[in-house]
Every structure is written in C-alpha cells, then in structure tokens.
C-alpha cells in the first residue's frame, strides 16, 4: 500500500457520500455479495462477519459515525457489462483503476464478470482516502491482486493513464460549514479549484471526480461512473458539461431514484464516456427499464447546453409555443437569510408588530400555488419605505416563482401585487421591454395561471423528471410560453 505520509484530513466522511450504516445482517450480507469464492477462501479462519465488524469498529475510531455504503451488486454488474471490449482487443496492457474504491466493487466486479479482461490487465489500482479502510485491505491481504494507495484521489499525482475507470464517487459540496456534507479545509478546497477547470460555484466533489478521471484515461479509454443526475441540467456543473462535450462521447443512462432506497433518495444516471478526438461532442441519452436501456435522444453536435429528457407530449407544447420565460422575463432571486439578519434596516421580531409603517419580509412558505399569505412568517421586518434598500424590484408589483416544488413536484407562482419584499428560495420575474417580445400578449396574471397548469406541470415531469428537487433558473427560463392565440390551441390540443 503506498501512503501519504502526511495525511492530515479526511476528505470525505463517508456517511455524507451517501454511504449507509447498514445493520449487521445487511453488512455481511451486502461484502460477501462483493468477494468471490477465491476472497472468501483468504478470509477462510476469520470469516466475512468478524472482518466486517473488526473494519467497522476500526472506522469509527477514525471518523464518527462512518458507514460502509455498497453499491448494488446488480449495478455493479450492470455497468461492468458496459464495458466496450472491442475497444480493449489490441492492447497488450490494459489498465484498470477504481477511484474511491472502498472494498474495490468494481475491479471485483471486473474480476466475477469479465474474468480475462482482469487477467489480462498489467495495472489494476484503487485509490482509497480513507486509511483504516486501505490499512485493514492490505493488513489481511484481502485483495491481493489489486494495488490500494492511500490517497486522496482529487489531490493523487497519478504517472499513468488508463483504458477502464469504473466507481461510485463520493458526492457533496466541500466545506467545513455545518450546512454541507463533505468536510474539506479552505487550503485543500483551495487546491482543488487551482486544479479542476470545472470547478463552478458551489461545485459537488463527484464533478471533479468525473474531471479528473477523464483526464487520467488514454484515448478511446472508458469511463463509467454512476453518479447523481444533477449535472445534467444545474448551472454548477455548467463547465462540467463543455468539458464532457470538448473531450469525447458522453452517454448517460437515466436510472431514476430507486438505485439506493431507502437507504439514499437520490436521482441517479450511469455516466459511459468515451475519451475521443473523432467521437467528441456526441451525446446519447437513454432510459434503464428492467435491465434494458432504450435511446431517448441522440445529439451528434453537443456543446454541452443543459441535457433535457422530452416526450410526445413535451414536443408538441414546444412545437406550439413561440416564446421561452427568459425571452419575456429577467429572472431575479430573493436577498439570503445572512444578508437579511445583517442588514441595519430590518427589524427582527417574531411578536406581530402593529405599525402600518412595517412590512413582514416573506419566504417561500409564503407562498402557495397561485396565492400569497401576507402576514410574517420568517420574523422579520422593514419599513415599506426601505425595502427597496433590499432589492430596487420590490417597488413593484411581479410574478414571485418558489425555488421548491410544491405537491407532486408543481411550480409554485403567484402575483405579488402587494410588492413586498421577500427572502430566501423565491425568484421573482421581471417583464422585459424589448422589441423581441412585442408580440407576447400574455399579461403577468395570465402567466401566472399557465405555470400553474396541469400543462406545464406535466410539461415539468417530462422533460426534468425527478432530477432535483428544486427548480434552477435556467430550468426556468427555458420553460416555454404561449401567446394568448396559442394557449389556446395548446388547451383544445392537449387538454
């Protein structure tokens, strides 16, 4: 085992990548379903169970309330199936790597599946952050055939490229703050930004990952990853996308929610990427149904624009709309809570404060599906002659749209014809005066009633799925909308 000598934080706390405490049974369960006969013959006078228990006590010790997650063996399976071996054909070494490796799944899962591509391999690695993980490995010689070199993977200085990078990275946005998972120091999530170009605001560490390991393959190397589908359509992972789409073939596989319930509620998508300079700016994207996949769309000329799911239904209420929200609407978000509480000019308050003069500061539970409830809810207030002070929008009357879903995953929108100010998850729309739009008839109040219709919720469903459970603002400006002459034509059509 090669390891960092001063190796001073832990990157990821494995309970924040989604990894679960699993019970006994399940832990024993899930890591025989990993080892073949040959890894279980080594564990022979221990056995799985004392391994499992003496791992996990030795991990707790390290790093508090540290689980163990397994991906689903039938998923690990799946995607070693996915590997393109006439692409391997006529190498004569063939390298292999499994970044964030844990108990090395996935190179075992190449070992069980694909027995003479893991035979064949020269390299075979898995780099592994966590030390009592990587220690324990090693110490027991539990897979020997497999390099584990203790290092943060993101940091790695790697001296080789290679043809397959197959895992389950860690997900999360880095920070020390309590408010986010992965808890990384200002030095190290400083590096990181120096090193990953798609680095973009409030970037989640499985962005970097994909990044990273892209670049560590050869050309025609095959990356195949499962990770959160949110990169398909957030404005984080913007550069992500260009970078994807500069670089090769990128073919994602929709899996939806249910991979890793109950134990993890998370959208997620199988990542194929080809490394290719023939290939690059291809994108396939597909639906997995029962082992199966079936090709939804197919884009030979990708830029890397936001990856958008589309139906029958979807394309005929594009077909008849002319506009798109961010042709009519500039679209603004409300002031954050640390702005709110270090302003001079609001007053905090939790008592009802009978001054004509105050104006309770609204928030997302404020707002319901075509209505607004006036009355202070987050504690907070500002004379009506200073909430411009907050945001020069608030002096007039607006479409205010939640960032939350409300119900079965419905925008909420209502017109604030009030002007109040807001806070927090709330965007609001401003009518833009341009030449362009001159032909949009629609008024705010009859925008308002087509967000919250049964068409464009339906709309919502299909073309975002079950991806986020909030609404971006690129999700919002793409949304498409009708002139009064084809709203109504969208209602006898589609209604």
Same mark, same amino acid.
């Given at each position: 085992?090669?390891?960092?000598?001063?190796?001073?934080?832990?990157?990821?706390?494995?309970?924040?990548?989604?990894?679960?405490?699993?019970?006994?049974?399940?832990?024993?369960?899930?890591?025989?379903?990993?080892?073949?006969?040959?890894?279980?013959?080594?564990?022979?006078?221990?056995?799985?169970?004392?391994?499992?228990?003496?791992?996990?006590?030795?991990?707790?010790?390290?790093?508090?309330?540290?689980?163990?997650?397994?991906t689903?063996?039938?998923?690990?399976?799946?995607?070693?199936?996915?590997?393109?071996?006439?692409k391997?054909?006529?190498?004569s070494?063939?390298?292999?790597?499994?970044?964030?490796?844990?108990?090395?799944?996935?190179?075992?899962?190449?070992?069980?599946?694909?027995?003479?591509?893991?035979?064949?391999?020269?390299?075979?690695?898995?780099?592994?952050?966590?030390?009592?993980?990587?220690?324990?490995?090693?110490?027991?010689?539990?897979?020997?055939?497999?390099?584990?070199?203790?290092?943060?993977?993101?940091?790695?200085?790697?001296n080789?490229?290679?043809?397959?990078?197959?895992? @389950?990275?860690?997900? /999360?946005?880095p920070? $020390?703050?309590?408010?986010?998972?992965? #808890?990384?120091? =200002? &030095?190290?999530? +400083?590096?990181?930004?120096?090193?990953?170009?798609?680095?973009y605001?409030?970037?989640?560490?499985?962005?970097?990952?994909?990044?990273?390991?892209?670049?560590?393959?050869?050309?025609?190397?095959?990356l195949?990853?499962?990770?959160?589908?949110?990169?398909?359509?957030?404005?984080?992972?913007?550069?992500?996308?260009?970078?994807?789409?500069?670089?090769g073939?990128?073919?994602?596989?929709?899996?939806?929610?249910?991979?890793?319930?109950?134990?993890?509620?998370?959208t997620?998508?199988?990542?194929?990427?080809?490394?290719?300079?023939?290939?690059?700016?291809?994108?396939?994207?597909?639906?997995?149904?029962?082992?199966?996949?079936?090709?939804?769309?197919?884009? @030979?000329?990708?830029? /890397?624009?936001?990856? $958008?799911?589309?139906?029958?239904?979807? #394309?005929?209420? =594009? &077909?008849?709309? +002319?506009?798109?929200?961010?042709?009519?609407?500039?679209?603004r978000?409300?002031?954050?809570?640390?702005?709110?509480?270090?302003?001079?000019?609001?007053?905090?308050?939790?008592?009802?404060?009978?001054?004509?003069?105050?104006?309770p500061?609204?928030?997302?539970?404020?707002?319901?599906?075509?209505?607004?409830?006036?009355?202070?809810?987050?504690?907070?207030?500002?004379?009506?002659?200073?909430?411009?002070?907050?945001?020069?929008?608030?002096?007039?009357?607006?479409?205010?749209?939640?960032?939350?879903?409300?119900?079965?995953?419905?925008?909420?929108?209502?017109?604030?014809?009030?002007?109040?100010?807001?806070?927090?998850?709330?965007?609001?729309?401003?009518?833009?005066?341009?030449?362009?739009?001159?032909?949009?008839?629609?008024?705010?109040?009859?925008?308002?009633?087509?967000?919250?219709?049964?068409?464009?919720?339906?709309?919502?469903?299909?073309?975002?799925?079950?991806?986020?459970?909030?609404?971006?603002?690129?999700?919002?400006?793409?949304?498409?909308?009708?002139?009064?002459?084809?709203?109504?034509?969208?209602?006898?059509?589609?209604?």
């Amino acid at each position: 085992m090669k390891n960092q000598e001063k190796f001073t934080h832990p990157l990821f706390d494995f309970s924040e990548r989604k990894l679960l405490n699993l019970n006994k049974e399940k832990e024993i369960e899930a890591l025989e379903s990993l080892l073949d006969n040959t890894y279980r013959s080594i564990m022979g006078k221990t056995g799985v169970a004392t391994h499992i228990l003496t791992m996990n006590d030795r991990v707790r010790r390290a790093r508090k309330d540290l689980g163990v997650f397994f991906t689903p063996q039938w998923v690990v399976d799946f995607m070693v199936n996915l590997i393109e071996e006439e692409k391997l054909n006529e190498l004569s070494n063939i390298n292999l790597l499994e970044p964030a490796c844990g108990m090395c799944q996935f190179l075992l899962g190449i070992k069980r599946n694909k027995k003479h591509i893991f035979d064949n391999a020269t390299i075979r690695i898995g780099v592994e952050i966590n030390k009592e993980i990587a220690k324990y490995l090693c110490e027991n010689n539990l897979i020997p055939d497999i390099e584990i070199i203790n290092e943060d993977y993101l940091l790695w200085e790697a001296n080789k490229h290679f043809d397959i990078i197959l895992g @389950n990275p860690p997900y /999360g946005i880095p920070s $020390l703050s309590p408010h986010y998972t992965i #808890k990384v120091d =200002d &030095k190290t999530k +400083s590096k990181y930004k120096k090193i990953y170009e798609t680095w973009y605001g409030k970037y989640n560490v499985y962005g970097a990952f994909i990044e990273k390991s892209i670049k560590l393959l050869k050309e025609n190397g095959q990356l195949i990853f499962i990770v959160p589908a949110t990169f398909m359509i957030l404005d984080e992972f913007k550069k992500l996308r260009e970078f994807l789409a500069r670089n090769g073939k990128t073919e994602i596989i929709y899996m939806g929610s249910d991979v890793f319930k109950p134990e993890a509620d998370i959208t997620t998508v199988i990542l194929k990427f080809t490394k290719s300079t023939i290939e690059k700016g291809k994108l396939l994207l597909y639906d997995y149904n029962n082992g199966k996949i079936k090709l939804l769309t197919q884009n @030979n000329d990708w830029a /890397g624009n936001v990856i $958008l799911f589309s139906t029958e239904f979807s #394309k005929k209420v =594009d &077909k008849l709309c +002319s506009f798109r929200l961010g042709d009519i609407y500039d679209v603004r978000i409300s002031p954050r809570t640390p702005e709110i509480k270090h302003n001079p000019n609001v007053i905090k308050s939790k008592e009802h404060i009978e001054n004509k003069n105050l104006l309770p500061i609204l928030n997302g539970s404020n707002l319901k599906i075509g209505k607004i409830v006036y009355k202070s809810i987050t504690g907070y207030w500002i004379e009506a002659d200073k909430k411009t002070k907050l945001r020069k929008f608030f002096n007039k009357p607006h479409i205010v749209v939640g960032l939350g879903f409300r119900g079965n995953r419905q925008i909420g929108t209502a017109y604030d014809h009030k002007a109040y100010p807001w806070m927090g998850d709330v965007y609001h729309l401003l009518r833009k005066h341009t030449l362009t739009n001159t032909k949009f008839d629609l008024a705010d109040e009859e925008v308002v009633e087509f967000l919250n219709s049964e068409i464009i919720k339906r709309y919502v469903n299909d073309v975002f799925r079950d991806i986020t459970y909030h609404f971006s603002i690129t999700q919002l400006k793409i949304l498409p909308l009708p002139t009064k002459d084809e709203l109504r034509k969208l209602e006898e059509t589609l209604l």
